[in-house]
């Protein structure tokens, strides 16, 4: 059958090791591209996938090339990595790559396309005035793994809260588990990753944003007034002395590259609400922001207490993600003095969620119980969901199986 494929997902996700790994039962031809002008970049192509052309003949065109593969192997797998790279040098290529698949695609033949920028990727294949628009058979995003597979594969405890804080340094990104040594503190792991000599993530923000091909200065500022506390537009605006208006661009290329999330208050349309926040949703990238950054230069004089408050801290709000993600249709909500961790649906009510990073006693958690529905009856949303009930998660959650839905078993 063969056509195009399309797989992009951020820097580290695991791409080319996946792909690799697929072609290799396929005994498919892959060529990563490399950034350099066109002649080059098509030279290391040719040399890259070898048989996949017939010899003795060198394409000085990307159009010369597509036409070569007519006389290749026949169902053949072509995978070009960092794609974008590509057409960064020559914007003509996905029209040429657009006619070869309309018109001169061999029959059987697969050609897969990936690539790391997201914005570049999305510009590609997900916009409508794009030549390649609705052109692949199978578009896959691929995602951060999550902490279960984490915990998988580095032999961890899925139950310990120390397993889950190691997770909160790296998140879903499999290069970053490479630094997990077995016996490793999540302070040790946090030394190496960020804080120590030649630190692997030191320099991780400007490297992606350099990947996703966002420059300028107003972008990382932007994610260091987010990660730093601000999380409504005028509060960002604020921290860089700029105007609400000057940020719209750069806050959607932030969303566009994954690197910034928006959320809304449960129940709220984003077409329609005006309560609008911005958060930093990848862990290890929340980390940089959150705490490398404003404590780098000061981190060698805290505590060994006050070291592992911030790692706490920190793990905190991504194990409300954690607990969140568990439900399709849960969001945060808050209002005019009032928020919780989360909502979600229950038949024709809600439930609300409080999360604490920590094991409770079956006292304690009936004790906040009643604590937060004697919040929700003060407040708004009481009125527009009458029918509630409450629940306390905690660390005992990190145990837990999950179905398929999300549902505890």
Request: positive net charge.
């Given at each position: 059958m063969g056509g195009l494929v399309v797989l992009f997902g951020r820097r580290r996700v695991g791409k080319t090791r996946l792909l690799t790994h697929?072609?290799?039962k396929r005994s498919g031809f892959y060529s990563q591209a490399i950034e350099a002008a066109v002649p080059m970049q098509?030279?290391?192509?040719?040399?890259?996938?070898?048989?996949?052309?017939?010899?003795?003949?060198?394409p000085k065109t990307w159009m010369e090339f597509f036409e070569l593969l007519r006389y290749g192997p026949a169902e053949t797998v072509l995978c070009l990595d960092e794609f974008p790279y590509l057409v960064a040098s020559d914007p003509s290529l996905p029209s040429v790559a657009q006619r070869w698949l309309d018109h001169h695609r061999p029959e059987g033949f697969t050609l897969v396309l990936s690539g790391s920028s997201t914005g570049a990727m999305n510009d590609c294949f997900l916009n409508r005035a794009a030549p390649l628009y609705q052109r692949a058979r199978k578009l896959i995003h691929l995602e951060p793994m999550d902490y279960a597979a984490f915990c998988g594969a580095c032999g961890l405890d899925r139950s310990s809260k120390e397993s889950f804080t190691l997770y909160a340094l790296v998140g879903g990104i499999p290069k970053y588990w490479e630094f997990v040594e077995a016996g490793a503190t999540a302070l040790d792991l946090a030394e190496e990753l960020f804080f120590g000599r030649s630190a692997f993530l030191e320099d991780e923000p400007v490297r992606i944003l350099r990947e996703e091909r966002i420059a300028g200065l107003t972008p990382l500022s932007v994610?260091?007034?987010?990660?730093?506390?601000?999380?409504?537009t005028s509060e960002i605006a604020a921290r860089l002395g700029t105007a609400q208006t000057n940020l719209g661009r750069t806050l959607q290329q932030l969303l566009d590259?994954?690197?910034?999330?928006?959320?809304i208050?449960?129940?709220?349309?984003?077409?329609?609400?005006?309560?609008?926040?911005?958060?930093?949703?990848?862990?290890a990238?929340?980390?940089?922001?959150?705490?490398?950054?404003?404590?780098?230069s000061l981190w060698h004089r805290l505590t060994i207490e006050e070291k592992t408050k911030l790692l706490h801290d920190h793990a905190a709000t991504v194990f409300e993600d954690y607990c969140r993600s568990r439900h399709p249709d849960a969001a945060r909500y808050w209002e005019a003095g009032a928020e919780f961790d989360f909502l979600r649906k229950d038949g024709d009510g809600v439930v609300v969620s409080e999360v604490k990073f920590k094991k409770l006693s079956a006292a304690e958690k009936t004790g906040l119980k009643k604590q937060l529905a004697e919040k929700w009856k003060s407040s708004a949303a009481a009125h527009r969901y009458p029918r509630a009930t409450f629940e306390i998660l905690d660390t005992s959650e990190l145990g837990a199986k999950f179905t398929e839905a999300g549902d505890v078993e």
């Open positions: 697929w072609l290799e098509i030279e290391q192509t040719v040399r890259d996938i070898g048989s996949a052309l017939p010899q003795g003949i060198q994610l260091e007034a987010v990660g730093r506390g601000a999380s409504k590259a994954s690197l910034l999330e928006r959320e208050p449960f129940g709220e349309s984003l077409r329609t609400t005006k309560k609008t926040l911005y958060r930093i949703g990848d862990p990238l929340r980390f940089w922001f959150r705490v490398y950054s404003p404590h780098r």
